[in-house]
């Protein structure tokens, strides 16, 4: 579809009224401040989306417009002002970027010190302008030439939509409807780019993908949304995110995730978020309302989500299963680290609908400072599950005593056949442990990154290898300051 | 000069004074015991050396090879090369034995301006060690402590004592709680640490253990306060007689 010159004359026309301005250059690279129908028509046609995608984008907008916000989490934020944010911009031109890593604050370049990453990295991550003969690029280029050798698509959504208009459509809003709640339906309506991935049938992906390698990463973290379709009998692992903080402008978040896993299908997912969590006293940082939802379509299907959750100021989220077909199997892995100000409302729904389905839920929370945290998780066991099982173990450490846990997992189970097990626990570092570490010589935040990072193990189990070191530093990192 | 010099150290634990003025001197390459009776102090002047906190010094002074360790933190202390072997090991679930000693190790070299060990370099320097000890590092992959046995938590602690090599090695109560044939194995390792460079204080109930590793020193600690010291035989007196003849002293 070609860009609708009328849509975009009427903002044009429509920004007169805007207090800030409307900024513009002749490619129109933004649209101005606030949240209507016209900036919804604004984006589909940026992105010359057909019109069955606009549609669907304005239904949401209406939608939304209806909906209440989600009250029942266990945080606290003064009410968001939609209207004083940009829907619509187009990736930054590298000039508006630091010129090098001199210019960037050094803070950030200690926390990419303390976590090894490599300067070439550092400059990207911080969004250092680099040469177009950037390392990261030929390496993306080669592994997706290496990818489509198999068949396997790897690409921005808004890419896909051009190319496969057909799987876009059939799964887009298939697992999270637009209406599910307040933020999806943001997102659904304006959502500006994400990550789409399709594995063929039998095909098993030969690496981990991730959004660190799409190439062209555009300016798209605020409301992103993440497609992943394996077919039947293929496998594929995701990463998403990055142990280093990213330089973001953005206040609120309001990502969409939807993994379909088709019969003896298998997806893993993981994360590693850590966003601006604002400063110790609580100003500032990122609102993260993240929307993530798997289903299990197929037989002896398989979604395994495992997190670890260390900034923003606010974390909303529960990636959760839909278990439909037999034998599925739905897993969930989580570490939330919340220090000084942060609060987090955060777990999973294990919905199962198949026979013979079974979910696995552990999740571990630190809480730190004066942060407070909730640990929230459904498993329902819907009449026809027969021989379902679940087991959950919901973990919690204190740190200092103006912090707080949280534990609130909800069980319905309406099959007599079902086996449902909660196991839930609420430790402190104690005292003896500290002091045991700091006789054999280690410093006070040595230690307490060595008994979290002892006390997450089970899920940083669950990383891929080169992953799993990071989170690991990443874990003492975000602890700093928290004892002594 | 001796390794380790404590004079008139005075120290109270929740405002009760425990130490009431203790003069002890170790020289590098000597083993001393400690003896008394519940509560006598033993265990508060192993805390009070390594630097707990709640344990709170009211006079005196410690000095190793000359410098003032109550000013330190425990950490500080540890890197200089205090090592306190504890009488009850403490569980740190999900932390392999390896992660935590080589941080460990690291931190002490780190201090001293040494390069730090790899993964690699360590794993062959703790096989090293064990190897010496007579000890299988087996329990090194296991988180720290967690479901050992006592007998097992012992050997850990001697075994961490070998790969940190102390200046410095207060063991406190080391033999509570072993059998026999892991006393002697603890015993054993004991033994081996001994050396010229490094001055050693044993806090124990009982004999037992002084019938394996033989002090250079035996002190008797009673009411916080060292009341008689003397050559090794002076624990066959005491395993004789009790601690009853410092009741009647006191009183």
């Known amino acids: ?484 | 000069m001796a390794l380790l010099e404590i004079r008139g150290l005075r120290a109270e634990v929740d405002g009760q004074e425990i130490l009431k003025g203790i003069d002890l001197e170790i020289d590098s390459g000597q083993v001393h015991a400690i003896m008394g009776p519940n509560g006598s102090g033993k265990s508060t002047l192993s805390y009070v050396l390594s630097g707990r906190d709640g344990y709170e010094v009211t006079g005196g002074e410690v000095l190793l090879d000359g410098k003032d360790l109550l000013v330190m933190d425990p950490e500080e202390r540890a890197c200089e090369g205090v090592f306190l072997g504890f009488q009850y090991p403490v569980e740190i679930p999900g932390v392999p034995g390896t992660t935590f000693l080589k941080t460990a190790v690291n931190a002490v070299r780190r201090y001293r301006g040494e390069s730090e060990f790899d993964a690699m370099q360590f794993v062959k320097f703790v096989r090293g060690k064990a190897k010496e000890f007579n000890m299988s590092d087996d329990m090194l992959k296991r988180s720290v402590n967690s479901g050992f046995s006592g007998g097992e938590k012992k050997r850990n602690e001697v075994l961490q004592m070998a790969v940190l090599e102390p200046r410095l090695a207060v063991l406190d109560e080391t033999d509570s709680g072993l059998d026999i044939d892991a006393l002697k194995l603890v015993a054993d390792g004991v033994n081996t640490m001994r050396s010229p460079d490094r001055a050693m204080l044993m806090i124990t109930h009982y004999q037992r253990l002084l019938d394996y590793v033989v002090p250079d020193v035996i002190h008797v600690l009673f009411g916080g306060q060292i009341v008689k010291s003397g050559p090794k035989e002076l624990a066959l007196e005491l395993e004789k007689e009790g601690y009853y003849q410092f009741f009647e002293t006191a009183a």
């Open chain 1, 1 to 484: 579809m070609v860009v609708n010159t009328q849509t975009i004359e009427q903002v044009q026309s429509a920004t007169e009224s805007y207090k800030y301005g409307f900024v513009t250059d002749i490619e129109m690279d933004h649209a101005p401040k606030g949240l209507s129908e016209d900036i919804v028509r604004f984006i589909s046609a940026k992105k010359e989306e057909p019109e069955w995608l606009l549609e669907w984008r304005l239904k949401a907008y209406h939608r939304w417009l209806t909906m209440p916000e989600p009250a029942w989490a266990k945080v606290s934020h003064s009410p968001i002002d939609y209207q004083d944010s940009y829907y619509y911009a187009a990736p930054k031109s590298p000039d508006d970027g630091p010129k090098s890593l001199d210019e960037v604050d050094p803070k950030l370049l200690e926390t990419y010190e303390k976590l090894g990453i490599p300067l070439k990295e550092q400059e990207m991550l911080a969004g250092v302008a680099v040469d177009a003969v950037f390392d990261s690029v030929s390496v993306a280029t080669t592994y997706k030439a290496k990818l489509e050798e198999q068949g396997i698509i790897f690409c921005s959504i808004s890419e896909a939509v051009q190319r496969c208009p057909k799987l876009v459509q059939q799964y887009m809003g298939s697992v999270v409807p637009y209406a599910d709640n307040k933020h999806s339906c943001l997102n659904s309506a304006v959502y500006t780019d994400g990550s789409f991935v399709y594995i063929p049938k039998g095909v098993r992906c030969p690496m981990e993908l991730s959004t660190y390698f799409r190439i062209n990463a555009e300016n798209t973290g605020q409301f992103e949304r993440t497609l992943i379709i394996a077919d039947e009998g293929s496998y594929v692992s995701y990463l998403e995110g990055c142990t280093a903080p990213m330089r973001d402008e953005n206040q609120l978040h309001a990502a969409v995730v939807e993994l379909v896993a088709l019969d003896d299908a298998e997806i893993k997912y993981s994360t590693v978020q850590n966003w601006y969590p604002g400063d110790e006293e609580g100003r500032g940082g990122i609102y993260n309302f993240v929307t993530k939802r798997g289903a299990c379509r197929g037989r002896n299907s398989k979604i395994s989500w495992t997190q670890i959750e260390t900034g923003s100021a606010i974390t909303w989220k529960y990636p959760s299963c839909i278990l439909e077909g037999d034998n599925s199997v739905g897993e969930f892995y989580s570490v939330a680290i919340t220090n000084n100000r942060q609060q987090a409302d955060t777990g999973t729904k294990m919905i199962h609908i198949g026979r013979n389905t079974s979910s696995t839920i552990i999740s571990k929370g630190i809480s730190a400072g004066r942060a407070d945290q909730t640990y929230r998780g459904l498993v329902k066991i819907m009449p026809k599950a027969s021989g379902a099982r679940n087991y959950t173990q919901c973990d919690s450490l204190l740190i200092g005593d103006e912090c707080g846990a949280h534990t609130v997992p909800y069980i319905e189970s309406r099959n007599t056949s079902a086996k449902v097990e909660h196991e839930a626990t609420t430790a402190k570092i104690s005292e003896d442990q500290l002091f045991y570490c700091l006789q054999r010589g280690m410093s006070e935040e040595e230690a307490v990154a060595l008994i979290v990072n002892g006390f997450c193990r089970e899920v940083m189990q669950q990383l891929p290898m080169e992953f799993a070191v990071e989170a690991q530093k990443l874990v003492g990192i975000s602890l700093e300051g928290s004892v002594g």
